[in-house]
């Protein structure tokens, strides 16, 4: 008889496991996730109630696709335009959150007698909420679409990418024992532009691919090539250095936008929930009894930390932006907890040797403690605040309903040129990393391929002349005035305001010099020793493209697809 493979031993004793407790959980109305991480314990090595897990390992992997499966799904489930609608308080309160518990997890680290780094990493796993385990309690009570549930989406999707920020600065400080600000702001860019470069190029391209083929994508075929795009993105984003589930996420939110996304959408809910269990289960296959009784006053200060400071600080930070007192409580206190990020944080530590072994096991108690009360601070949120009304006096009635439309009124009154430049800084930006894409490509693929064929000054030639008619058209994009626009341009420039008039002006030599600079960011590696000659070329292959008419229609059709598929429900103004 063939030998069963351990992994599904394994399997076996985890899903039954997880189905019997999660149904004695919804018979007593209590949260699925919390049933999840009891039934992790009862497997878990640390448990001898049940037969345990044998291969460990395995079974991390497959937490590990769980929560590329749920960032998935939360992609399919955020569109674009729901994070600009709530970005601007999601930022504000995810700058003032983290910046606050990264300084009490250093002073907290300092009081319990912790080195200067591993204070320092524990203030950056403080600040980091659980994405997978709020988008699971969100799911299960069935609050995904609300108000205050999208800003808490945009605020993880915010501290997920400063997460990764995070680790990049806290490893070059634990390595170097500096801080080194220079490789801070080229991570920043680096990771910028990858994204920028896969939603632009990924929302042009994949949801007109789906419309050409819709006629053949039944429910099996849909399937596979959604998931096949999601681990390629996947795949992608951890080659460039960029977490699994950043990569998943961008990929559903591409796919969000295609004509086909509440199929796709629920065609992986059930990937989603299998491999999310496992996710789950493998966070209470975590819980050690003896380490947590060996430092269980450090995991209940953190604890008492965790469930108190994020929300306040949250709360505050959306009431700065101007939203209700209530959207403010339910948000903060969803964000009660800590997860997956602060395990790869502390991980990162260890790997390091700059934190001890035991922190790890503290953050993991920390993180199951704090998901077994979320779910409550998420249900009783609203009773909270109807507690909270009552006793605040009747003059700061403003603080209730909240001041963000007449703050939102009060910013958007403002003069013509700045009008002009908010309208025109989108599109530059986003054809500036089009045009560095180009130039990095040809680097990559093209100088080896042509100056193997052409091993003379000619080779460089042609690769110049091929990059620059490459990215002409998003150097065309950046120069030129959009038809949309132009009338208020005109406006501008008629004005009797001498100022606005300097301005609209800097702002066009900007771009100029915009265009130049990519130029000879071309030209100069290829011909280092006649710069002058070659700032003065570029200044011509740049007038020669702003004169030709022909780019026009052609930079017009980009962005004219670019928008039907951003915008593939609703219709564009």
């Known amino acids: 008889m063939t030998h069963l493979p351990i992994l599904v031993h394994d399997l ?200 050409r083929i819709k006629k053949y994508l039944s429910d099996e075929t849909l399937i596979i090539v959604s998931t096949g795009l999601c681990l390629g993105m996947v795949l992608i984003a951890h080659t460039v250095g960029f977490s699994a589930a950043l990569g998943a996420f961008i990929m559903g939110s591409v796919l969000a936008e295609t004509s086909e996304a509440k199929r796709i959408e629920h065609l992986v809910r059930p990937l989603k929930n299998l491999f999310g269990a496992v996710f789950f289960v493998s966070v209470g296959m975590m ?86 009360t979320t779910p409550y601070g998420i249900r009783y949120s609203e009773t909270i605040y109807n507690k909270i009304v009552k006793i605040i006096p009747a003059k700061w009635n403003k603080l209730i309903v909240g001041h963000a439309a007449k703050r939102r009124e009060t910013i958007t009154i403002s003069s013509d040129w700045s009008k002009l430049i908010k309208i025109l800084f989108v599109p530059i930006f986003i054809y500036f990393m089009l045009a560095v894409a180009v130039i990095m490509l040809s680097r990559i693929y093209l100088l080896p391929l042509i100056t193997t064929q052409i091993p003379t000054e000619w080779g460089f030639i042609a690769l110049a002349v091929v990059t620059v008619l490459l990215m002409s058209p998003f150097l065309y994009g950046i120069i030129r005035i959009r038809p949309s626009v132009s009338n208020l341009y005109i406006k501008v420039l008629k004005e009797r305001n001498h100022f606005s008039k300097i301005a609209l002006l800097l702002f066009s030599l900007i771009r100029a010099v915009l265009c130049i600079s990519l130029i000879l960011y071309v030209l100069i590696p290829l011909f280092p020793r006649i710069k002058i000659i070659l700032i003065i070329i570029s200044i011509i292959i740049i007038a020669i493209i702003a004169l030709n008419p022909g780019y026009e229609s052609h930079v017009e059709k980009l962005e004219n697809r670019f928008l039907g598929n951003l915008n593939n429900d609703e219709g564009e103004e």
């Open 12 to 211: 076996v004793l985890i899903l039954m496991t997880a189905g019997v407790v999660i149904i004695l959980f919804k018979w007593l109305k209590q949260p699925v996730v919390l049933g999840y991480i009891v039934a992790g314990f009862l497997v878990g090595p640390h448990m001898n109630l049940l037969p345990t897990v044998i291969d460990n390992a395995s079974i991390a992997t497959w937490s590990e696709i769980g929560i590329i499966f749920l960032l998935f799904a939360l992609g399919l489930e955020f569109r674009y335009r729901k994070l600009l609608e709530v970005g601007s308080s999601a930022l504000i309160a995810t700058g003032i959150n983290m910046a606050l518990m990264i300084s009490i997890g250093y002073l907290v680290g300092y009081l319990l007698g912790w080195t200067g780094i591993e204070s320092l990493f524990l203030g950056g796993m403080l600040s980091m909420a659980s994405t997978t385990i709020i988008i699971k309690a969100f799911t299960d009570m069935n609050k995904q679409n609300q108000r205050f549930s999208n800003i808490v989406f945009a605020i993880l999707i915010i501290e997920d990418i400063a997460a990764i920020l995070m680790m990049v600065l806290f490893s070059t400080i634990a390595v170097s024992r500096n801080f080194e600000g220079i490789q801070f702001v080229e991570s920043l860019l680096y990771l910028t532009f990858f994204i920028v470069i896969w939603f632009v190029v990924g929302i042009y391209i994949i949801p007109t691919v789906f419309k």
């Open 287 to 372: 819980i050690v009894p003896t380490l947590i009784l060996e430092h269980i006053t450090p995991i209940l200060i953190i604890t008492a930390i965790v469930l108190i400071f994020p929300p306040l600080f949250t709360s505050l930070g959306i009431l700065a932006s101007g939203e209700s007192l209530k959207v403010a409580i339910q948000s903060g206190l969803s964000l009660a907890q800590i997860g997956e990020f602060s395990f790869i944080i502390a991980t990162t530590g260890i790997q390091l040797g700059v934190i001890s072994e035991f922190i790890y096991p503290v953050i993991v108690a920390v993180s199951v403690i704090t998901t077994f």
